[in-house]
């Protein structure tokens, strides 16, 4: 992994190349490089022991101009207001290539919850969503989970904003657990995209998924399911790694019992059917098939580019390839389906559990399942007509063509204010 690389400057460097390829004015690429308002902010929470400790708090809204920001909320050591506005970037064109009707939020608090008991990481958020609170709802900023946050910390977000606000309004929030107005299929959604986009690239390139080789780096919950649901289309996961390191077996691993042996020792290293233990490093650079990154961002630089042998990249992580390491891996020849596209999954099924919160009205897993295939697949035609129409070798570089035009249009179409 890159130490000290800047996400904010990767999203810059990845908006300025496909910026080549359209006609939109600077002006207009200028101001879709920027978020429109970063809040920092500073929480002081009591412990159990009665001491008071200070935790510093982002939420960046980068453009509403398709419609809420929409975003996750990370609670992580290395959380840095730049690390946010990334995110709140990449999430605006992640829903734009989609095609789902939200602009890019992100938040994040600097915290290993690990640390804190489950009382203190209650009081954290409360204190968090109290700040939000004149930020956020069903038509302003929607937030949801991510890195070390999930169903448990939403389903506080929703119930401070509702207290305060004195009102039901449970689509001012997604990734909520079932009673508390979640949707089916959204623990899986993340995982389920990267697959299906990499099932399209496969087809795409005349290449047999069944019997296929992958590796899996990052085994939480998009990597995981990841991993489950590829083995259940014939394919053959040899490799999965997490913080700990990584485990490898020629002939396959069992990608639920290796999940099982994680849940019960803390790491997937150990598992009683792997041949050999791995370096993260040594994950990303196998020989297989395909290669999913599916932990933090720039897990693979300039360096570590070179080494990689995978024929497919599909990327369940938000920016695990530098812009660097992305050139590198162009001129290997090497089909990466982008951040932006392949784990959208998440934020689709989060949009459809906003529509449902609004009508209430729920879905069946099957019918979400549908909805968000038909979404996936239809994005990945879009890049596939988009790389054949400006002539790109570069999938990352058509999805962002397809995004900008998107999001750009709709700011074109609107006009300026004042």
């Not at 904003?161 to 959204?186: C, D, F, Q």
């Not at 913080?243 to 997937?268: C, W």
């Not at 596939?384 to 074109?412: C, G």
Request: hydrophobic share 35%.
């Amino acid at each position: 992994m890159t130490e000290g690389a800047n996400p904010f400057e990767s999203l810059q460097s990845q908006i300025d190349e496909a910026a080549t390829h359209l006609e939109v004015g600077d002006d207009v690429i200028e101001r879709l490089k920027h978020p429109e308002r970063v809040l920092e902010t500073n929480l002081t929470v009591e412990l159990d022991d009665g001491s008071l400790e200070r935790f510093k708090a982002f939420r960046s809204q980068f453009n509403g101009d398709r419609g809420p920001y929409k975003g996750g909320i990370r609670y992580h050591p290395q959380v840095s207001r730049d690390e946010v506005k990334a995110l709140s970037g990449w999430m605006v064109y992640k829903c734009a290539t989609a095609g789902i009707p939200y602009g890019g939020g992100k938040g994040g608090i600097i915290i290993d919850p690990d640390e804190y008991s489950e009382a203190e990481l209650e009081r954290v958020t409360r204190a968090f969503a109290t700040e939000l609170r004149p930020m956020i709802g069903e038509d302003r900023d929607i937030p949801a989970p991510d890195v070390n946050t999930g169903q448990r910390e939403m389903n506080w977000i929703k119930d401070t904003y509702e207290t305060l606000e004195n009102t039901t309004e449970p689509g001012v929030i997604t990734g909520k657990n079932i009673a508390s107005g979640g949707s089916e299929g959204r623990v899986e959604a993340t995982g389920r995209s990267t697959v299906i986009a990499a099932r399209e690239a496969f087809d795409h390139l005349d290449k047999d998924l069944e019997g296929a080789t992958v590796a899996v780096q990052g085994y939480g919950n998009a990597g995981w399911i990841a991993a489950k649901l590829i083995d259940r289309m014939g394919a053959t996961v040899v490799a999965v790694s997490d913080s700990s390191g990584g485990i490898y077996n020629g002939s396959g691993l069992d990608p639920v019992a290796a999940k099982d042996h994680k849940n019960e020792t803390g790491s997937v290293v150990g598992y009683e059917e792997s041949e050999e233990e791995l370096t993260n490093d040594e994950v990303l650079t196998l020989d297989v098939d395909l290669l999913i990154p599916a932990a933090l961002e720039n897990a693979i630089d300039a360096g570590l580019a070179e080494d990689v042998r995978a024929d497919v990249i599909s990327e369940a992580a938000n920016g695990p390839l530098t812009p660097e390491a992305d050139a590198i891996l162009e001129g290997k020849d090497v089909f990466v389906i982008p951040d932006i596209l392949a784990n959208a999954g998440g934020v689709t099924v989060s949009y459809f559990e906003w529509v449902q919160n609004r009508q209430r009205f729920y879905w069946t897993e099957q019918r979400v399942n549908e909805e968000l295939e038909e979404i996936i697949v239809d994005a990945f035609e879009a890049l596939v007509a988009t790389l054949e129409e400006y002539d790109l070798e570069n999938p990352r570089t058509a999805a962002y063509v397809v995004a900008i035009r998107r999001v750009a249009d709709s700011f074109e179409e609107a006009g300026t204010f004042p």
